[in-house]
């Protein structure tokens, strides 16, 4: 399994950001998808996730209310929309992939994900 990320750069704070990650040599509807971030100096968090059908999501404090997470199971990508970009949200986001037996299935710990994207950089300028 292969995930490639984009739609990082520079964006403005207060500007949308959209994500997008394309999964390669899976069956992208089996697997439940997360988008995790890292910034300089901390730990790697969790930024939203979904569920294999995109049916069932979750945000994290930091971007509940100004964010989207979805999916086309037919193109085998996973979006992220984050809206109000604050200097806060600058970081590495990193799309991440976890075959899964059930539908309903969310993961946000970043250990329990198998698959990693390479990571998209995103900078926020005022």
């Known amino acids: 399994v292969q995930l490639q990320a984009s739609g990082g750069g520079l964006v403005q704070t207060g500007h949308p950001l959209r994500l997008s990650c394309v999964m390669s040599?899976?069956?992208?509807?089996?697997?439940?998808m997360g988008w995790f971030r890292q910034a300089p100096g901390n730990e790697r968090e969790w930024v939203a996730v979904?569920?294999?059908?995109?049916?069932?999501?979750g945000y994290s404090d930091s971007v509940r209310g100004r964010s989207a997470i979805s999916r086309d199971n037919d193109k085998n990508t996973v979006y992220l929309r984050l809206d109000g970009l604050k200097p806060e949200d600058a970081a590495i986001y990193y799309c991440?992939?976890?075959?899964?037996?059930?539908?309903?299935?969310?993961?946000?710990?970043?250990?329990?994900?198998?698959?990693w994207g390479q990571g998209t950089q995103v900078t926020v300028s005022s």
């Open positions: 979904i569920n294999r059908s995109g049916g069932n999501t």
């Open positions: 040599g899976g069956t992208f509807s089996n697997y439940a």
């Open positions: 991440a992939a976890r075959e899964v037996p059930y539908g309903d299935l969310i993961i946000i710990n970043p250990d329990s994900y198998h698959n």
